[in-house]
T-cell receptor
Framework: DVKVTQSSRYLVKRTGEKVFLECVQDMDHENMFWYRQDPGLGLRLIYFSYDVKMKEKGDIPEGYSVSREKKERFSLILESASTNQTSMYLC??????????FGSGTRLTVV | AQSVSQHNHHVILSEAASLELGCNYSYGGTVNLFWYVQYPGQHLQLLLKYFSGDPLVKGIKGFEAEFIKSKFSFNLRKPSVQWSDTAEYFCAAFYNTDKLIFGTGTRLQVFP
């Protein structure tokens, strides 16, 4: 089975810090996604990537950027963290036709 | 805009009760539908999916869902819930835009 690994389970950062969230897959799939999950709002798509160096904005890209220098790694960057970015961040990988596998999530708290 | 609605935000049931969670999706041509489950402290897992064919789809752990095109619905059902079904359930739709769109989720609590 394909594995999606998010490097940190919990993170606490200060307002204004630059934050990197890492996501790594152990296979060669092209499509990777970053979602944030908030109570009552479900999962909202931040950014996604079709391939190396390719990226597309999702529904809520403001305050975020992404990097995909290698196929297996998709990073989400908070340029200047703010308290309203406190959330659970989920990385997902599209596997075959319409199947998605999710990482275990990173719970980010910005203080 | 393409969207998915889950109208039940929080459902509380006793063990052995029957479950039905509502999911409606907006029109957008061909659509593929999914139900995901997130148990406390765990990652999202696929319960079941509908692409085409038989509108009654069976998934893992005794769950099933029925695709009703005329109602734009894909409700999740289970005849008899267990305490271990306590989790958050998400309906999602794929509209051929390479994006999986989620509903806001339904939190299910099952009491013994």
């Amino acid at each position: 089975d394909v594995k999606v690994t998010q490097s940190s389970r919990y993170l606490v950062k200060r307002t204004g810090e630059k934050v990197f969230l890492e996501c790594v897959q152990d296979m060669d799939h092209e499509n990777m996604f970053w979602y944030r999950q908030d109570p009552g709002l479900g999962l909202r798509l931040i950014y996604f990537s079709y391939d190396v160096k390719m990226k597309e904005k999702g529904d809520i890209p403001e305050g975020y950027s992404v990097s995909r220098e290698k196929k297996e790694r998709f990073s989400l960057i908070l340029e200047s963290a703010s308290t309203n970015q406190t959330s659970m961040y989920l990385c997902a990988l599209r596997v075959g036709n319409y199947g998605y596998t999710f990482g275990s999530g990173t719970r980010l708290t910005v203080v | 805009a393409q969207s998915v609605s889950q109208h039940n935000h929080h459902v509380i049931l006793s063990e052995a009760a029957s479950l039905e969670l509502g999911c409606n999706y907006s029109y957008g041509g061909t659509v593929n539908l999914f139900w995901y489950v997130q148990y406390p402290g765990q990652h999202l897992q696929l319960l079941l999916k509908y692409f085409s064919g038989d509108p009654l789809v069976k998934g893992i752990k005794g769950f099933e869902a029925e695709f009703i095109k005329s109602k734009f619905s894909f409700n999740l059902r289970k005849p008899s819930v267990q305490w271990s079904d306590t989790a958050e359930y998400f309906c999602a739709a794929f509209y051929n835009t390479d994006k999986l769109i989620f509903g806001t989720g339904t939190r299910l609590q099952v009491f013994p």
